[in-house]
């Protein structure tokens, strides 16, 4: 099997039970669904397929991204490789809106101004982060430890969640901040990055979303 070098790999974690309930999570911490175990196992399994083999991997201090970073390196038999778990990986804070139904949350604040604290990049939900400031606390921590690695030709997995990822693709595929609400990304789905020693920059690879059995 071919060995990635210079490449990156991030995945968002599986279904949670927040995700299930369409609820806003932020910070708070619930267990991956048994969709979203299956989601994580099929997301290893297609890795495995293509051949990776990870010379380090990183997530969040939520047990959503970690379980979901452990079954990936289960399928892929290598359960025994360091994980660093960064707060700076966390999910965006949602303040006030965490452990709200969505549908609750358009209810009481309004259709517009909830998929503005939603989608936008500046706007920030009354006690928590917006997009932007969940960017400002993470770029440093990725330009510290996780693109050193990468640049050094390393294969590198990241498992987080969407908003942090979504901050991070900002940086990585250069997205104007009046586009980033058109970026999702769903659940268990793989971003590849490729680099290499001579440049900084890393380039998409691809997006794939393991196909789940009905």
Excluded at 49 to 76: E, M, N, V
Excluded at 113 to 134: C, I, N, Y
């Amino acid at each position: 099997m071919e060995h990635h070098k210079h490449t990156l790999v991030l995945v968002r974690h599986g279904q949670s039970e927040d995700n299930e309930r369409e609820l806003f999570s932020g910070l708070r911490d619930p267990a991956l669904t048994p969709r979203g175990v299956e989601e994580a196992g099929t997301a290893g399994a297609t890795l495995r397929t293509l051949g990776y083999r990870f010379d380090a991997a990183f997530t969040s201090r939520l047990q959503r991204a970690q379980h979901t970073l452990a079954l990936i390196l289960a399928a892929l038999g290598q359960s025994d490789l360091p994980v660093q778990a960064d707060a700076a990986l966390n999910e965006r804070d949602y303040g006030a809106l965490a452990g709200l139904n969505k549908t609750e949350a358009r209810a009481r604040f309004g259709v517009e101004q909830v998929r503005t604290w939603r989608k936008s990049h500046d706007a920030v939900p009354p006690g928590g982060e917006s997009l932007a400031m969940t960017g400002a606390r993470l770029w440093p921590f990725f330009e510290r430890t996780i693109a050193p690695r990468v640049r050094d030709g390393a294969c590198v997995l990241v498992v987080a969640h969407g908003n942090s990822l979504r901050s991070l693709l900002m940086r990585l595929d250069r997205i104007d901040p009046r586009h980033i609400e058109e970026v999702n990304i769903g659940t268990a789905e793989i971003l590849v990055y490729r680099g290499d020693a001579a440049s900084p920059a890393l380039t998409r690879a691809a997006a794939i979303a393991p196909k789940m059995c009905d």
